[in-house]
């Protein structure tokens, strides 16, 4: 009744006409305006911090520098507790590790003033030398964290002294045995870049005092609730004294998942008692806040002549940049998420350094590691095909992972400690690569169409998995309250960024319940009012969060039921979403909710719900394409995408088929258009939407989505993940396409036109 | 220095700095639908109407704007409303922080051309970013739209 249907987005329509929703639109008009001072330099350290001049100016409420802050050492990556990311950033520090980290924090009640105020502060830093090639900083002589008090929470293979954030390694059976009994052994090392989130809104948070004197937090984040521990444990102040709200978010794709302008709003509160306000400006979201992890990947892989896959070695070097966010975790899911793909191997070893370098740091961003691995991966098996000269559609569907099947990865890797075994019980890669092959025609098109003397059509694709959740450790829950005139309230704390979690979610509570979706009222992610959630992560939301929303609607049906059952004194009592039958009393919920509240037997019914996942099922999506390349000038044109996702059931199909829509044009710009870029000294030069290129609606050609039809029994509704896997395919298969339509292979992301040209012409 | 605008159709007398920017005066204003996203005319959820045409709030001095008709989407409502209902029928909005800027640029294309082709919609709106749903959802709606009013 309400699950696999297309219902708008329950915020939709209010955004849409640009109602107050986001962070700053709901700042009080009052609230002093923060600005950070930011370093100019890619390794410095702070001599002195001279602020007599601006402090001055009436204007300027405080000026906070690293010596009228908590000295505390801890993760912003915004992880549960206790986290996988190394404890190496200070909320402000005498030493400065990238262009871009915070030097101080100017407040004042206009922005003029502010402006004016930062000119006149004086540091003087002392420049240290930098590293900015991430494949010269292990045991460089240069140290990124030379303090060497930065620590981890349990062993990531952290080791400042040899600027390694983390390091992880694992076999499974004997590799270099059977990569020598394999007929063709290749090997290839493969580039991605560090990408952009790119969010239109920029980060924002806003602080103020109510009237019972709690710090409230307006902030667009990912993870309110750890918002809440992070900032408590730091700043420190009891958990009970702050409260944080996360309002509408203007996407986030990962990057807003992580602290970044809260302490230095919370800290002006404190020390001023006034509301304060901070909104990045564009270029302070490019610089000085995350970007995807840059990576070196080695791949060696082995199969027999019949086209058996019989084992992959994988190696990584990943650039963290100056603070190890998340540093490990995406490393691993680097391997995690993409060689259980190929479960019939038989061995199979990964590992990776991940390295600190003086440049903007690594954080999480959709497909978390995942899409860079696949780009190696999912290119090595054409490759690998290639010199089998099997076609990579009967390749893959040799070898790729089959429902019912299972992968020793789950068992030995998870995200940052060891994973969880599990069988696969929906996969239907086999339907979503019929679908795409003969969708894009690859019998007729395959390798390549000849479209006039100077340009050439190649196809390519690439398969993709995902998780939805991190077991045993991601929790949601969500509270149902029945309100008079039988309509419920449903409070979670999952965070919707943009997603359309909250319509989701109350899609499955009203599901549950048997009414009407619009039957249900969601209010989300607010620390003081609704129930906690890791937050919206790992693509955790509707198979995490969505089990928490069905549990605590089950329990309101009996809830209701057994009301009803002691109301009328009966045993039988039933209801069918609209009326509840007692006997011979057969009465409205509107009716009986509203008599509950002011006339009979008067009771508030409230039924929670939450969920730990045991498993953490993979989405799968087969994207396949059609590029165009003009020979003359390495123009690169994606014709068609297709794409065919088993995301389980989808519980919006309109919404699945936008997050698998926006997760391929990102992956399409991280294939072909964006790259950070920064100079050799560190500076990130193309640092506006002006210079870094986000696909316009120009770049974009027809994409063509496909649900298949699949059901996970450990889902809600049989429901797996799709916000993050969208992302993971266009890499490899542009990448593919692009070697089937001129012979070459490029191993290095982005695949700019240039970049073709030159190859082409060598 | 003291600045008419006529927001809206309401007039306002304003004390602005002269390097003060649209975008600032009318979220201080308390139209909190004109947006900041790029400050740099690059990502249009900043784009308002003065005297009929779009222009990006973030790049046109608010002095500059003095005895100008200016409108926001606070001004449109009904009419972005009717619009706004075939992108929410696709999920199309998403996060819906480009929605307003999308909303103010269309409606100015409609202004000059009430029937346009889905390929002029697209040049029109070429400047305005959407990170979060890859466009091609916000076409259908309007494709819709423009169907159903061609009827």
Redesign the interface.
């Given at each position: 009744m309400s699950v696999k249907k297309s219902i708008p987005k329950v915020d939709g329509m209010g955004l849409m006409l640009g109602k107050p929703a986001f962070t700053d639109d709901l700042a009080p008009a009052d609230a002093l305006v923060v600005k950070v001072i930011r370093s100019p330099h890619a390794h410095a350290e702070i001599l002195s911090i001279d602020a007599s001049r601006a402090l001055e100016i009436p204007e300027i409420k405080c000026v906070l520098t690293y010596e009228n802050v908590p000295d505390r050492i801890f993760s912003r990556a915004g992880q549960g507790y206790p986290e996988p990311s190394p404890y190496d950033a200070r909320i402000l520090e005498k030493t400065l590790r990238y262009m871009g980290d915070a030097v101080a924090i100017v407040a004042g009640t206009t922005e003029n003033m502010v402006d004016v105020a930062i000119s006149k502060i004086k540091v003087a830093y002392k420049i240290l030398p930098a590293i900015i090639d991430f494949e010269t900083a292990l045991d460089s002589e240069v140290l990124v964290h030379a303090q060497g008090d930065s620590s981890s929470m349990f062993p990531i293979g952290h080791d400042p002294s040899r600027n390694l954030a983390a390091q992880y390694s694992m076999k499974i059976g004997d590799l270099e045995e059977t990569l020598k009994s394999c007929d063709v052994v290749h090997q290839a090392t493969y580039y991605t870049q560090a990408q952009a989130h790119s969010m239109t809104e920029p980060h924002a948070a806003v602080a103020y005092y109510d009237f019972q004197e709690r710090l409230t937090i307006i902030s667009s984040t990912q993870t309110p609730f750890h918002v809440r521990r992070i900032l408590a444990k730091n700043l420190d102040v009891p958990l009970s004294t702050i409260r944080v709200i996360k309002p509408r978010i203007g996407g986030g794709y990962g990057g807003k998942q992580a602290i970044h302008g809260e302490f230095y709003v919370a800290l002006v509160t404190q020390m001023t008692k006034q509301p304060a306000k901070l909104v990045y400006s564009r270029q302070e979201v490019f610089r000085s806040t995350y970007t995807r992890h840059q990576m070196r990947i080695d791949i060696k892989a082995g199969a027999m002549k019949d086209g058996t896959l019989k084992a992959i070695d994988v190696d990584i070097l990943s650039n963290t940049g100056a603070y190890g966010e998340h540093a490990l975790t995406v490393l691993m899911v680097a391997g995690s998420k993409t060689l259980p793909l190929y479960n019939h191997v038989e061995a199979v070893a990964f590992r990776g350094d991940v390295v600190y370098t003086n440049l903007t740091p690594g954080g999480a961003f959709r497909g978390y590691g995942a899409v860079q691995g696949n780009f190696a991966l999912e290119s090595m098996m054409d490759e690998l095909a290639g010199k089998l000269a099997i076609d990579p559609v009967e390749f893959r569907r040799m070898n790729m992972i089959k429902e019912g099947e299972t992968s020793k990865i789950f068992e030995v890797m998870g995200e940052g400690t060891e994973g969880t075994a599990m069988i696969i019980e929906s996969c239907k890669l086999d339907e979503c690569l019929d679908w795409t092959i003969k969708n894009l025609d690859w019998k007729n098109k395959y390798p390549r169409t000849v479209v006039d003397e100077n340009r050439v059509r190649g196809v390519g694709f690439a398969l993709a998995m995902q998780g939805s959740g991190i077991p045993y450790i991601d929790m949601a829950s969500a509270i149902i309250k029945l309100n008079d005139d039988g309509f419920f309230n449903l409070l979670v704390g999952a965070t919707d960024l943009g997603t359309g979690s909250d319509t989701i979610l109350g899609q499955i509570a009203a599901e549950t319940l048997g009414v009407p979706s619009d039957k249900v009222i969601v209010y989300s992610s607010d620390t003081d009012l609704t129930p906690f959630d890791t937050g919206a992560y790992a693509s955790s939301t509707t198979y995490v969060s969505g089990h928490g929303v069905r549990i605590a609607a089950e329990r309101m049906r009996e809830a209701i039921i057994d009301k009803a059952n002691r109301f009328f004194n009966v045993d039988n009592a039933t209801f069918d979403g609209e009326k509840i039958i007692a006997g011979n009393e057969t009465v409205s919920l509107a009716q009986f909710s509203t008599t509950l509240f002011y006339s009979e037997q008067q009771e508030q019914l409230v039924a929670h719900g939450s969920y730990v996942g045991t498993k953490s099922p993979p989405p799968y999506m087969v994207g396949a394409c059609e590029v165009e390349v003009d020979k003359r000038t390495g123009r690169i044109k994606v014709i068609d995408y297709y794409a065919a996702v088993d995301c389980g059931t989808p519980i919006n199909p309109n919404l699945v088929r936008i997050q698998v829509e926006g997760g391929l044009l990102q992956g399409i710009g991280m294939a072909l258009y964006e790259e950070v870029k920064v100079t050799e000294n560190g500076r990130l030069f193309n640092d506006s939407f002006l210079r870094y290129k986000v696909p316009t609606r120009m770049e974009v050609g027809p994409m063509h989505v496909e649900i298949v039809d699949s059901y996970e029994p450990s889902g809600p509704f049989g429901a797996k993940s799709v916000a993050e896997i969208g992302i993971d395919t266009p890499p490899a298969a542009i990448a593919n396409a692009i070697y089937n339509a001129t012979g070459v292979r490029i191993r290095t992301l982005p695949i700019t036109s240039e970049h073709l040209w030159r190859e082409m012409n060598k | 220095m003291e600045v008419t605008l006529i927001i809206n159709g309401n007039r306002y007398s304003v004390s602005a700095?002269p390097d003060e920017m649209l975008l600032?005066t009318l979220?201080k204003l308390g139209f909190?639908?004109?947006?900041?996203?790029?400050?740099?005319t690059?990502?249009g959820?900043c784009n308002i109407h003065v005297d009929g045409k779009v222009v990006p709030s973030c790049a046109f001095l608010t002095v500059r704007a003095d005895h100008r008709e200016i409108t926001?989407?606070?001004g449109l409502?009904e009419r972005?409303?009717e619009i706004?209902?075939y992108?929410?029928?696709?999920?199309?909005?998403?996060?819906?922080?480009?929605?307003?800027g999308n909303?103010m640029t269309l409606m100015a294309l409609f202004n000059e051309n009430e029937n346009p082709t889905m390929e002029e919609v697209?040049?029109f709106?070429?400047?305005?970013?959407?990170?979060?749903?890859?466009?091609?959802?916000?076409?259908r709606g309007i494709a819709k739209y423009l169907e159903v009013k061609k009827a």
């Amino acid at each position: 009744m309400s699950v696999k249907k297309s219902i708008p987005k329950v915020d939709g329509m209010g955004l849409m006409l640009g109602k107050p929703a986001f962070t700053d639109d709901l700042a009080p008009a009052d609230a002093l305006v923060v600005k950070v001072i930011r370093s100019p330099h890619a390794h410095a350290e702070i001599l002195s911090i001279d602020a007599s001049r601006a402090l001055e100016i009436p204007e300027i409420k405080c000026v906070l520098t690293y010596e009228n802050v908590p000295d505390r050492i801890f993760s912003r990556a915004g992880q549960g507790y206790p986290e996988p990311s190394p404890y190496d950033a200070r909320i402000l520090e005498k030493t400065l590790r990238y262009m871009g980290d915070a030097v101080a924090i100017v407040a004042g009640t206009t922005e003029n003033m502010v402006d004016v105020a930062i000119s006149k502060i004086k540091v003087a830093y002392k420049i240290l030398p930098a590293i900015i090639d991430f494949e010269t900083a292990l045991d460089s002589e240069v140290l990124v964290h030379a303090q060497g008090d930065s620590s981890s929470m349990f062993p990531i293979g952290h080791d400042p002294s040899r600027n390694l954030a983390a390091q992880y390694s694992m076999k499974i059976g004997d590799l270099e045995e059977t990569l020598k009994s394999c007929d063709v052994v290749h090997q290839a090392t493969y580039y991605t870049q560090a990408q952009a989130h790119s969010m239109t809104e920029p980060h924002a948070a806003v602080a103020y005092y109510d009237f019972q004197e709690r710090l409230t937090i307006i902030s667009s984040t990912q993870t309110p609730f750890h918002v809440r521990r992070i900032l408590a444990k730091n700043l420190d102040v009891p958990l009970s004294t702050i409260r944080v709200i996360k309002p509408r978010i203007g996407g986030g794709y990962g990057g807003k998942q992580a602290i970044h302008g809260e302490f230095y709003v919370a800290l002006v509160t404190q020390m001023t008692k006034q509301p304060a306000k901070l909104v990045y400006s564009r270029q302070e979201v490019f610089r000085s806040t995350y970007t995807r992890h840059q990576m070196r990947i080695d791949i060696k892989a082995g199969a027999m002549k019949d086209g058996t896959l019989k084992a992959i070695d994988v190696d990584i070097l990943s650039n963290t940049g100056a603070y190890g966010e998340h540093a490990l975790t995406v490393l691993m899911v680097a391997g995690s998420k993409t060689l259980p793909l190929y479960n019939h191997v038989e061995a199979v070893a990964f590992r990776g350094d991940v390295v600190y370098t003086n440049l903007t740091p690594g954080g999480a961003f959709r497909g978390y590691g995942a899409v860079q691995g696949n780009f190696a991966l999912e290119s090595m098996m054409d490759e690998l095909a290639g010199k089998l000269a099997i076609d990579p559609v009967e390749f893959r569907r040799m070898n790729m992972i089959k429902e019912g099947e299972t992968s020793k990865i789950f068992e030995v890797m998870g995200e940052g400690t060891e994973g969880t075994a599990m069988i696969i019980e929906s996969c239907k890669l086999d339907e979503c690569l019929d679908w795409t092959i003969k969708n894009l025609d690859w019998k007729n098109k395959y390798p390549r169409t000849v479209v006039d003397e100077n340009r050439v059509r190649g196809v390519g694709f690439a398969l993709a998995m995902q998780g939805s959740g991190i077991p045993y450790i991601d929790m949601a829950s969500a509270i149902i309250k029945l309100n008079d005139d039988g309509f419920f309230n449903l409070l979670v704390g999952a965070t919707d960024l943009g997603t359309g979690s909250d319509t989701i979610l109350g899609q499955i509570a009203a599901e549950t319940l048997g009414v009407p979706s619009d039957k249900v009222i969601v209010y989300s992610s607010d620390t003081d009012l609704t129930p906690f959630d890791t937050g919206a992560y790992a693509s955790s939301t509707t198979y995490v969060s969505g089990h928490g929303v069905r549990i605590a609607a089950e329990r309101m049906r009996e809830a209701i039921i057994d009301k009803a059952n002691r109301f009328f004194n009966v045993d039988n009592a039933t209801f069918d979403g609209e009326k509840i039958i007692a006997g011979n009393e057969t009465v409205s919920l509107a009716q009986f909710s509203t008599t509950l509240f002011y006339s009979e037997q008067q009771e508030q019914l409230v039924a929670h719900g939450s969920y730990v996942g045991t498993k953490s099922p993979p989405p799968y999506m087969v994207g396949a394409c059609e590029v165009e390349v003009d020979k003359r000038t390495g123009r690169i044109k994606v014709i068609d995408y297709y794409a065919a996702v088993d995301c389980g059931t989808p519980i919006n199909p309109n919404l699945v088929r936008i997050q698998v829509e926006g997760g391929l044009l990102q992956g399409i710009g991280m294939a072909l258009y964006e790259e950070v870029k920064v100079t050799e000294n560190g500076r990130l030069f193309n640092d506006s939407f002006l210079r870094y290129k986000v696909p316009t609606r120009m770049e974009v050609g027809p994409m063509h989505v496909e649900i298949v039809d699949s059901y996970e029994p450990s889902g809600p509704f049989g429901a797996k993940s799709v916000a993050e896997i969208g992302i993971d395919t266009p890499p490899a298969a542009i990448a593919n396409a692009i070697y089937n339509a001129t012979g070459v292979r490029i191993r290095t992301l982005p695949i700019t036109s240039e970049h073709l040209w030159r190859e082409m012409n060598k | 220095m003291e600045v008419t605008l006529i927001i809206n159709g309401n007039r306002y007398s304003v004390s602005a700095e002269p390097d003060e920017m649209l975008l600032n005066t009318l979220r201080k204003l308390g139209f909190k639908s004109v947006k900041k996203g790029c400050d740099s005319t690059s990502c249009g959820v900043c784009n308002i109407h003065v005297d009929g045409k779009v222009v990006p709030s973030c790049a046109f001095l608010t002095v500059r704007a003095d005895h100008r008709e200016i409108t926001t989407l606070e001004g449109l409502q009904e009419r972005a409303k009717e619009i706004a209902a075939y992108v929410t029928a696709e999920g199309a909005e998403q996060c819906g922080y480009c929605s307003p800027g999308n909303l103010m640029t269309l409606m100015a294309l409609f202004n000059e051309n009430e029937n346009p082709t889905m390929e002029e919609v697209k040049h029109f709106l070429a400047g305005n970013l959407c990170r979060c749903s890859g466009y091609e959802g916000q076409h259908r709606g309007i494709a819709k739209y423009l169907e159903v009013k061609k009827a």
